[in-house]
């Protein structure tokens, strides 16, 4: 069975600091993608990521897929209030024909003013 | 453009009474997904549909939970009974195709007591 597994699985900093979120799992994955999550909502997604070592960046957030696509990471920089939510990684399962997702048990980032 | 609808946006049941949702997704997405939503936990896929055939439905619990996607349009799905356990935020989404994003409605949290 695949599992992905987030760290930390909370995080309250405040306005202005930088955080790294960590996605990790021990098999290999044909993609990776980042979601963000606010409460009474749906995850929208942020990035994608299919190649192995692959950094995508999206404004203040950087996202790094691992060189033998087993993991990934999510770097944001001087963090605002509106980056609070849940960040939730899935990852793209190997061999699927029906692009089979599998997502971690989420990040809750608390952004405070 | 409209979005993934769902509804209802709560309910709450007593234990082994039934339950169902509906979902309405983007309008031509051939793809269609319901996850359940744990708290404290990531999404996880029950059932995938193409169109109005399944292509995946491994981790929906079929002695209780059924779904349906008629005209390849809207979909259902019914808990019967419900379990305590159920509990959870269940969500609707869609795509174009297996290959492409999807996209999520707001969910429904169930609660079941």
């Known amino acids: 069975t695949q599992l992905l597994e987030q760290s930390p699985q909370f995080l309250s900093i405040q306005e202005g600091e930088n955080l790294t979120v960590y996605c990790n799992s021990s098999s290999v994955f044909s993609s990776l993608q980042w979601y963000r999550q606010e409460p009474g909502e749906g995850p929208v997604l942020l990035v994608t990521?299919?190649?192995?070592?692959e950094v995508k960046k999206l404004k203040r957030l950087t996202f790094q897929f691992g060189d033998a696509r087993k993991d990934s990471s999510l770097h944001i920089t001087a963090a605002q209030p509106g980056d609070t939510g849940l960040y939730l990684c899935?990852?793209?399962?190997?061999?699927?024909?029906?692009?089979?997702?599998?997502f971690g048990q989420g990040t809750t980032l608390q952004v405070k003013p | 453009e409209a979005g993934v609808a769902q509804s209802p946006r709560y309910k709450i049941i007593e234990k082994r009474q039934s339950v169902a949702f509906w979902c309405n997704p983007i309008s031509g997405h051939a793809t269609l997904y319901w996850y359940q939503q744990i708290l404290g936990q990531g999404p996880k896929l029950l059932i995938q549909?193409?169109?109005?055939?399944?292509?995946?439905d491994s981790q929906l619990p079929k002695d209780r939970f059924s779904a349906e996607r008629l005209k390849g349009v809207d979909s259902t799905l019914k808990i019967q009974p419900a379990k305590l356990e159920d509990s959870a935020v269940y969500l609707c989404?869609?795509?174009?195709?297996?290959?492409?994003?999807?996209?999520f409605g707001q969910g429904t949290r169930l609660t079941v007591v």
């Open positions: 990521v299919v190649t192995g070592g």
């Open positions: 899935a990852g793209g399962v190997l061999g699927s024909n029906t692009g089979k997702l599998i």
């Open positions: 989404a869609s795509s174009l195709t297996v290959r492409t994003e999807a996209f």
């Open positions: 549909f193409q169109n109005n055939g399944v292509v995946d």
